[in-house]
């Protein structure tokens, strides 16, 4: 079955304590993104990968990072949590070759951050 | 920047009426892409409805149809029918060809029996 998958769905932490959010796709999509959902300001992009070894910021990037040292997986890392990082995350993924799907973006089930 | 407008937080409709929820965007591009994505109480994403901007004709999945006026900048999401099941939050996104998604605020939609 074609999905993304990530991990934890849920997570509560505290301020400054280093945390990694697996995402992972089996569809050897290209191109995966990270997102964050706030109450009235939809989903925001925090960093993209058009590939392998290939990241660009989003809209949101500061306190996150990210890495691609494999296509299918695409972790997010809070170096030093904070409050306002606070959020539902999600990863996705997409084709980017030409076809139907290539404007199909595949999202992951969603990760509950909690700092305190 | 791209810009995607919900001017409705919350919307309700009784079971089986047709409900219309709005979306605005900003771009001067020509070729783009919209879509509709519903986020139930699971929180998982799913893909509605997707409209290509150089089609003239309203895409439409079942029960799900857009009113997309480009010259208007406007996509908007007609559900006709609605069932309970409907009940979920609704984005509306804009993708330009080669670029990133940008996602609007969202609509809360209530089914009410």
């Known amino acids: 079955e074609a999905q993304v998958t990530q991990n934890p769905r849920y997570l509560i932490t505290v301020t400054g304590k280093k945390l990694t959010v697996t995402c992972s796709q089996n569809?050897?999509?290209?191109?995966m993104s990270w997102y964050r959902q706030d109450p009235g300001l939809g989903l925001r992009q925090i960093y993209y990968?058009?590939?392998?070894?290939?990241?660009d910021k989003g809209d949101v990037p500061e306190g996150y990072k990210v890495s691609r040292k494999e296509k299918r997986n695409f972790p997010l890392i809070l170096e030093s949590p904070s409050p306002n990082q606070t959020s539902l995350y999600f990863c996705?993924?997409?084709?980017?070759?030409?076809?139907?799907?290539?404007?199909?973006?595949?999202f992951g089930p969603g990760t509950r951050l909690t700092v305190t | 920047a791209q810009t995607v407008t919900q001017s409705q937080p919350e919307m309700s409709v009784q079971e089986a009426e047709t409900v219309t929820l709005s979306c605005t965007y900003d771009?001067?591009?020509?070729?783009?892409?919209l879509f509709w994505y519903k986020q139930p109480p699971s929180r998982q994403m799913i893909l509605v409805i997707r409209?290509?901007?150089?089609?003239?004709q309203n895409a439409t999945e079942n029960r799900f149809s857009v009113n997309f006026q480009k010259a208007a900048k406007s996509f908007s999401l007609k559900i006709s029918d609605s069932q309970l099941g409907d009940a979920a939050m609704y984005f509306c996104?804009?993708?330009?060809?080669?670029?990133?998604?940008?996602f609007g605020p969202g609509t809360r939609l209530s089914v009410l029996p």
């Open positions: 996705a993924s997409r084709g980017l070759a030409r076809g139907v799907g290539r404007n199909e973006q595949y």
């Open positions: 771009t001067s591009e020509s070729d783009y892409y």
């Open positions: 990968s058009m590939n392998v070894e290939v990241t």
């Open positions: 569809m050897n999509h290209e191109y």
């Open positions: 996104a804009y993708r330009r060809l080669g670029q990133n998604f940008v």
């Open positions: 409209q290509e901007a150089y089609k003239q």
